[in-house]
């Protein structure tokens, strides 16, 4: 098993930035292809972000591209959502997902692991 540590999240005003983290234990090496998924009140919860298991390759959501980043760091067990230039919409719960298969994806239902989720909002 993988457990999933979400942190980072917060209030900040649109226009700012948060950088989230995502800590993995336990049988990390099972979590190949690593996601962010965000889920705003009322709504399902959507794909934001995800890397592969070397880092080498990233899918972004069209509504974050050129202002989100994703990044993982290996040795630490740790994947970052970089957050710029936030805006409103983006107020969500984040989640941090794992996926035991390689190969990225934006299907939050292929993921094997989950995190308890980080709250962001972005006051206007």
């Known amino acids: 098993q993988v457990q999933l540590a979400e942190s980072g999240g917060g209030l900040v005003q649109a226009g700012g930035s948060l950088r989230l983290s995502c800590a993995a234990s336990g049988r990390t090496s099972s979590a190949n292809t690593m996601g962010w998924f965000r889920q705003a009140p009322g709504k399902e919860r959507e794909f934001v972000a995800a890397i592969n298991w070397n880092g080498v390759n990233t899918d972004y959501a069209e509504s974050v591209k050129g202002r989100f980043t994703i990044s993982r760091d290996n040795a630490k067990n740790t994947v970052y959502l970089q957050m710029n230039t936030l805006k409103p919409e983006d107020t969500a719960v984040y989640y941090c997902?794992?996926?035991?298969?390689?190969?990225?994806?934006?299907?939050?239902?292929?993921?094997?692991?989950w995190g308890q989720g980080t709250q962001v909002t972005v006051s206007s």
């Open positions: 997902g794992g996926r035991r298969r390689l190969g990225i994806s934006s299907n939050y239902g292929s993921y094997d692991y």
